[in-house]
């Protein structure tokens, strides 16, 4: 007797094995009605798991999600129901972000290019950098400018916000570092001097580990990164090694940096000493961007959707909470762009050897981000196309066209639904990621657009480029 012909009551069944994405086995092989859908798959991994609440869950099969019943999915595409159907189960944000159609708001100030944009952990505040040497902070409210930090003597290159918001960091191209109250829009002491050339990158110590923040880490042109804390107003380590410009700087969520550079090599430091601990190699030319998978969660700290404050004394507390959850039980992984045309996924507390390598792009890879959950990788290259990758495997799944410019930015929706592009087209374009196609397509900057940023609590999209506006845009 053929497993299609078994009556178990309610028609044709299936045998499915149903695993999470990292492959862990939720039980074993069991038979499933053919009509049974991802509403009924739903119900069985919430009984399975034992979940308080209904927890909602998208499924998968062979990289492509199922959005049919079991047995529609088989006759579509010729899959034996003698084999066991395997089918990966992926939980999903339980809020959903508004997608964003519209421009609320063109901001002037700036009297220069906009160089870098970034919304505050909690998604309230709103800061950018511009070649006119300022940095701006932006009342979110009244969607008007709030103050100008002027500080640099060059160009701002990079801001960073602290994870506990109460601290705004920037960077600029001869190498000095301002620290700024966000509240008054005042220079915290006076700048940082140590880098000798312009600064790439900046990272701060994630909150889970230290509270309330102290400890940042820049990157530099001169080829060193340099640890800094913020109450002593100095450099306390330098992390010495790579032997060209480190492009790139992520604080990990288990205390290791991570430097990105020219040098081809990736290099991790312990940050008590600043220890080399292990390199990681394979790239052929220059690495340009660096991700973590945990990087929302890094990002936000104690902060989440809800919008919910919490006292000093627990916020530690609640991003050590936000970060395990995010993790799970895989270890945290990383994955890094190049001018080499390709990306590595890496897994770097496991091995020095990449968990794969990921090709397809025709021209440098500029910007590598994971989705807020995890699960997705997108890629921003030189060849105008946005790559989706698995972020679990690596495995390709998609190439977003549209632009017909260079991609030099992706920022991602909270819910990890939708992905945010900015181009030297002047466009930005949002895209969805289960249906794997463009979702709104927003003109309106009259040049090229370098950077974007979609706040943490889902409500704006900020971009900003060679046409000195800041333009907001929601839904």
Same mark, same amino acid.
């Given at each position: 007797?053929?497993?299609d ?7 044709k069944?299936?045998m499915? +094995?149903?695993?999470? &994405?990292?492959?862990?086995? +939720?039980? %074993?092989? /069991?038979y @499933?009605?053919?009509?049974?859908? &991802?509403?009924q798959? *739903? ?5 399975? +798991? ?6 909602p869950? %998208? ?8 959005l049919? &019943?079991?047995?529609t ?9 003698e ?13 959903r ?9 063109t901001i $002037?100030?700036?009297e ?8 505050s952990p909690d998604?309230?505040?709103?800061? %950018?950098?511009?070649g006119? *040497? ?8 009244t ?7 002027k500080?640099h003597?060059n160009w701002?290159l990079?801001v ?7 601290h ?10 301002c620290?700024?109250?966000p509240?008054k829009?005042e ?5 940082l001097?140590g880098?000798k050339?312009?600064?790439t990158?900046?990272?701060w ?7 309330p ?10 080829g060193?990164?340099?640890i800094?804390d ?6 306390? @380590?330098?992390?010495?090694g790579h032997?060209l410009?480190v ?8 205390? @290791?940096i ?9 290099? /991790?430091w312990?940050?008590t ?5 292990r390199?990681l ?7 340009n961007?660096?991700?973590?998978s945990?990087e ?5 700290g ?7 404050q919490y006292?000093?004394?627990?916020e530690?507390?609640? $991003? ?5 959850q ?18 590595f996924?890496?897994?770097?507390s ?7 390598r ?17 699960k997705?990788?997108?890629? $921003? ?7 989706l990758?698995?972020?679990?495997t ?5 190439a977003?066209?549209g632009h017909?410019? &260079? ?10 639904? /939708? +992905?945010l ?9 949002i ?13 309106g900057?009259?040049?090229?657009v370098y $950077?974007?940023?979609?706040?943490p ?9 060679k046409d000195r506006?800041?333009k907001?845009?929601?839904?």
């Amino acid at each position: 007797m053929t497993m299609d012909t078994v009556d178990a009551g309610m028609g044709k069944t299936v045998m499915c +094995l149903l695993t999470d &994405p990292e492959g862990t086995n +939720l039980g %074993s092989a /069991m038979y @499933i009605p053919q009509n049974a859908g &991802p509403l009924q798959l *739903t119900h069985l991994v919430n009984n399975f +798991l034992n979940n308080e609440e209904m927890l909602p869950y %998208s499924f998968y099969v062979s990289d492509e999600e199922l959005l049919v &019943p079991v047995g529609t999915y088989l006759e579509k595409n010729k899959v034996s129901v003698e084999k066991v159907l395997t089918i990966v189960y992926q939980q999903q944000a339980v809020f959903r972000i508004r997608p964003v159609n519209r421009c609320s708001q063109t901001i $002037a100030g700036h009297e220069e290019a906009v160089l870098c944009v970034s919304f505050s952990p909690d998604g309230k505040q709103l800061a %950018s950098g511009s070649g006119d *040497t300022t940095v701006r902070l932006w009342d979110l409210y009244t969607e008007t400018p709030l103050f100008t930090c002027k500080g640099h003597k060059n160009w701002v290159l990079t801001v960073a916000w602290s994870p506990d918001g109460k601290h705004l960091v920037s960077g600029s191209k001869s190498g000095e570092i301002c620290c700024w109250n966000p509240k008054k829009g005042e220079l915290e002491g006076s700048p940082l001097t140590g880098h000798k050339k312009w600064i790439t990158g900046i990272s701060w110590e994630p909150v889970h580990l230290s509270s309330p923040c102290r400890r940042f880490v820049t990157s530099s042109k001169d080829g060193d990164a340099r640890i800094w804390d913020i109450t002593l107003k100095k450099s306390i @380590i330098c992390l010495s090694g790579h032997t060209l410009a480190v492009t790139c700087v992520k604080w990990g969520g288990d205390g @290791i940096i991570y430097t990105g550079s020219q040098d081809c090599t990736i290099k /991790m430091w312990e940050t008590t000493q600043g220890k080399l601990i292990r390199e990681l190699k394979g790239h052929g030319h220059w690495i340009n961007s660096l991700a973590l998978s945990t990087e929302y969660v890094l990002r936000t700290g104690a902060f989440d959707h809800t919008g919910r404050q919490y006292p000093p004394n627990e916020e530690k507390q609640k $991003a050590l909470q936000r970060y395990n959850q995010a993790k799970g039980d895989a270890p945290e992984r990383l994955v890094s762009g190049s001018d080499d045309f390709t990306m590595f996924l890496w897994e770097p507390s496991v091995s020095k050897q990449s968990k794969k390598r990921l090709t397809g792009h025709q021209q440098l890879v500029n910007h590598v981000y994971f989705s807020p959950d995890g699960k997705w990788i997108a890629s $921003a290259s030189f060849d105008k196309s946005v790559r989706l990758w698995n972020g679990v495997t690596g495995q390709f799944v998609t190439a977003f066209r549209g632009h017909v410019g &260079p991609v030099y930015q992706v920022s991602w929706s909270a819910d990890s639904r /939708m +992905l945010l592009s900015g181009s030297k087209d002047s466009t930005l374009k949002i895209w969805e990621i289960r249906t794997k196609k463009l979702k709104q397509d927003l003109p309106g900057h009259s040049d090229e657009v370098y $950077a974007v940023d979609w706040s943490p609590d889902g409500e704006k999209v900020v971009s900003g480029g060679k046409d000195r506006v800041l333009k907001l845009w929601q839904g």
